[in-house]
């Protein structure tokens, strides 16, 4: 079955770094567009960062500059980069695959699958 397990959470201050791990199973990881999306609590889930099957890449205009997303497929995982950390970057993170239409949207209702998340707190 589909399995994403996120890892790389955790506690980290203000102008530091994390970097957040997706390793995928249970479909073709090369062909489906990917995702992290973030909740914090008493917001709603935004999309972070996303990555086309082909390898293009967009992100949320907060993150932009600062976080990059990024791939491997011989590993089927799913990578986050965040530098300058802010506390308003504190939230669950989650990733997410499409394995229908292979494009990369910040639209979390175009995602059939789910991580169960990972915890990122970031301190001032």
């Known amino acids: 079955q589909v399995q994403l397990v996120e890892s790389g959470g955790g506690s980290v201050q203000a102008g530091g770094s994390q970097r957040l791990s997706c390793v995928a199973s249970g479909f073709t990881f090369r062909s489906s567009s990917m995702a992290w999306f973030r909740q914090a609590p008493g917001k709603e889930r935004e999309g972070v960062a996303a990555?086309?099957?082909?390898?293009?890449?967009s992100y949320a205009d907060s993150v932009k500059g600062r976080f990059t997303i990024s791939q491997d497929n011989a590993k089927n995982t799913l990578y986050l980069q965040m530098n300058s950390l802010k506390p308003e970057d504190t939230a669950m993170y989650y990733c997410a695959a499409d394995t229908v239409t292979g494009i990369a949207t910040m639209d979390g209702y175009e995602y059939n699958y789910w991580g169960q998340g990972t915890q990122v707190t970031v301190s001032s």
């Open positions: 990555i086309d099957s082909d390898g293009s890449t």
